[in-house]
T-cell receptor, first 114, second 115 residues
Framework: DGGITQSPKYLFRKEGQNVTLSCEQN?????MYWYRQDPGQGLRLIYY???????QKGDIAEGYSVSREKKESFPLTVTSAQKNPTAFYLC?????????????FGQGTRLTVV | AQTVTQSQPEMSVQEAETVTLSCTYD???????LFWYKQPPSRQMILVIR??????QNATENRFSVNFQKAAKSFSLKISDSQLGDAAMYFC????????????FGKGTSLLVTP
């Protein structure tokens, strides 16, 4: 079945540690996105990539990094510079960059700093 | 960044009744798309309906329809014959070239459906 897979579903991190969230898609989509969701805040864009080996900062990129070495993969690293990393993270992808393209979402990763 | 505003943090509707969720947005673009996404307790984001700015006719998907008022920059979602399974967070989203084709979301409306 085609779709987007995020792993792990739950992740715990100690303060000061970097952690990487995985996002893989087999939909052959060009564009991929990372969002952060906090209660009462909706979804806020962290990074997005429209093509392999290229990505752009979103509204809240500070303390995060990404790579796009393969079309199907867009991992997100939460660095120790992110002061409040506890949140729910959603990865999405869409066919091309046309504004009509529907975005498909993974099931999310819940990150907790302990 | 373009802003999307959902002014109703919570709404409640009785089963079989109709409810309207509000959304306004701010943009200087003429070509863009608007979306409503549903997020049930499973937290899986599901597309409900979408509307292209150039189309005059309001989009409809079964029990879901929109009232798109381009001049007022308003994009409300109407749910008819509400069902218990409609209970979820609903997010309005905007997408255009000047947003890098990424979806910009509102803060959401939590819909409660009572029997």
């Amino acid at each position: 079945d085609g779709g987007i897979t995020q792993s792990p579903k739950y992740l715990f991190r100690k303060e000061g540690q970097n952690v990487t969230l995985s996002c893989e898609q087999n939909l052959n989509h060009d564009a991929m996105y990372w969002y952060r969701q906090d209660p009462g805040q909706g979804l806020r864009l962290i990074y997005y990539s429209q093509i392999v080996n290229d990505f752009q900062k979103g509204d809240i990129a500070e303390g995060y990094s990404v790579s796009r070495e393969k079309k199907e993969s867009f991992p997100l690293t939460v660095t120790s510079a992110q002061k409040n990393p506890t949140a729910f993270y959603l990865c999405a992808s869409s066919m091309g960059t046309g504004i009509f393209a529907e975005a498909f979402f993974g099931q999310g990763t819940r990150l907790t700093v302990v | 960044a373009q802003t999307v505003t959902q002014s109703q943090p919570e709404m409640s509707v009785q089963e079989a009744e109709t409810v309207t969720l509000s959304c306004t947005y701010d943009t200087s673009e003429s070509d863009y798309y608007l979306f409503w996404y549903k997020q049930p307790p499973s937290r899986q984001m599901i597309l409900v309906i979408r509307q292209e700015a150039y189309k005059q006719q309001n989009a409809t998907e079964n029990r879901f329809s929109v009232n798109f008022q381009k001049a007022a920059k308003s994009f409300s979602l109407k749910i008819s014959d509400s069902q218990l399974g409609d209970a979820a967070m609903y997010f309005c989203a905007y997408r255009s070239a000047d947003s890098g084709y990424a979806l910009n979301f509102g803060k959401g409306t939590s819909l409660l459906v009572t029997p």
